[in-house]
């Protein structure tokens, strides 16, 4: 019934009912990452499959933002060349990387999370410490 | 100026004033100029000495070396001595005014979160405040942070000089009047490197001077005009402190992790480094020319109430947050008012009586001041988080009080701070009910606190 929710629906009416948070996998060393065990409060909500992609998928582009690639060893010297005056007009290759995930959590939020009532929220606001996903309740408030 | 983010001048409908930014109400020590742009460590004295030798060493040498050496030897002298110096404030400026990597502290339902997770793991014991991690098959212990209650990523450290958790911290240095960690490592590295050059140069071109000065006037008269002495003693301290860096660089190790010697061989345990590329030139190419990441912390950002508001709590979309506001400095005017008046502090448990230091006072200001942007979710809309965000609170003002008490925490569940605005009565309740039997000493946490403080008076002394 009212499992089509929209976002902006969801943050003006609905209540939070819990949050979970997605804590970093520091196996790999000091690269961001992003545990994919499936959370038990996320059993009912959404297939693990479907959660576990996106989780990849995060871990997938934060790897490309850090990688140690010919690229960012151009930009770094380039930088260094130019004592990093080049950055007043142009983005870091970590910046862009982290438009694109941005863009991302939202179209994952839009498709995905908000017909399900939860929310992604993006972890650099969170200090790239969790991914925060906020359970929201039955917009039927049978509390 | 904590205490103006706490105590505003006024809130109630108030919609026209200027939306304040996210580093006025930043919980670390740090200082910020123009609007949020720099980023400071608090005592920046020793910032100004630096500036002030580099400026009038390299003024004496342009004013009064250069122009015999441009005329007697080559133009290009002053020219290099030009560039050279420009590339070295530029690369001080950077280090100095750029944020080193401070990681934000949790916001009250994470922090929340992973009380839930830590003391679930058995009540009757201190729950262990460490979790261990298999890094390239080096086991690596992670710390939690009780002033940003985190648990610190690997190479992170709490500067207790700037009261932040730092990526990858290296030291606190004080000539750079900032912390030096991920995001500055690079600047600081090429500034020293690039002032050894810069002192090296200066050095040889002065002493080169005098010497064919010195064929034609007196040896003393032209030493006097120059800055041989200020050089003579920065060579050797730059030049050594560049080529420690430069061993560090190539070993991927922090200052820290050297000093503690984190990864030095031992016998009877396979130690080694699993953040080294395996080779020196990866190593460098890594520290040096890596992706630049962006600052965590968001100083210019605009506070904003972003959590979702119930029916009752919503009157508008700009009012709302006001008035969240005011309710949150309310509930934070009791805990101070709490703090102040040691008669809350009741501890029939076996702890000594708490000293009432100043500086614990301080403490609650910066902890509590920067929930302020989040705290929507403390005034009471949030149902089932309502008291583990308020008890979040409460324990923020607990853990600084008993810091060195050690107590143990009671889950939050324990501890129910009932009404809607919560706070009010929560400091009472918080110190009344405590059900858990004390802990005196807990070997782990006073480790961690003490190594911080250590660590930051190494910091310094190693520079």
Known sequence: MAETHSLQDMRQQAAVAAKVFIQRDYSNGTMCQFQTKFPSELETKIDKQQFEETIRTLNNLYAEAEKLGSQSFIEGCLACLTAYTVFLCMETHYEKVLKKIAKYIQEQNDKIYAPRGLLLTDPIERGLRVIEITIYEDRSFSR | ?????????????????TPRRKWQVFPGRNRFYCDGRVMMARQTGVFYLTLVLILLTSGLFFAFDCPYLASNLSPAIPAVGAVLFVFVMGMLFRASFSDPGVLPRATPDEAADLERQIDST????????????????????????????????????????????????????????????????????????????????IFAFVITHVVLRSNRTGFLTTLKDSPVVVCFFSVWSIVGLSGFHTYLISSNQTTNEDIKGTWSKKEGKDNYNPYSYGNVLTNCCAALCGPLPPSLIDRRGLIQADTPQTAHQSNGTGGGSYCDQDQCLQSTKFVLQAAATPLLHSDPVVLPPLPAKPASLGGPCAYLAPAQPTLP???????????????????????????????????????????????????????????????????????????????????????
């Open chain 2, 1 to 17: 100026y904590y205490y103006n983010s706490i105590l505003p001048p006024s809130c109630t409908g108030h919609r026209g004033r």
């Open chain 2, 122 to 201: 058995g009540c009757s014991k201190p729950p262990p405040r460490t979790r261990e991690v298999l890094i390239n098959g080096q086991t690596v212990k992670l710390k939690y942070c009780f002033t940003c209650k985190i648990f610190r990523p690997p190479r992170a450290s709490h500067c207790s000089l700037c009261d932040n958790c730092v990526e990858r911290f290296d030291h606190h240095c004080p000539w750079v009047g900032n912390c030096v960690g991920r995001r500055n490592y690079r600047f600081f590295y090429l500034f020293i490197l690039s002032l050894s050059f810069l002192t090296i140069f």
């Open chain 2, 377 to 463: 979710s403390c005034a009471g809309d949030v149902l089932t988080l309502r008291d583990t965000a308020v008890d979040s609170h409460c324990h923020h003002h607990l853990h600084l009080h008993h810091l060195h008490h050690h107590q143990h925490f009671a889950s939050p569940e324990e501890t129910p701070c009932g009404t809607p605005q919560g706070a009010l009565p929560c400091p009472a309740h918080m110190h009344l009910q405590h059900p858990a039997p004390p802990v005196r000493y807990d070997p782990v946490t006073q480790d961690s606190l003490h190594e911080d403080s250590v660590r930051g008076l190494v910091k310094l002394s190693s520079v």
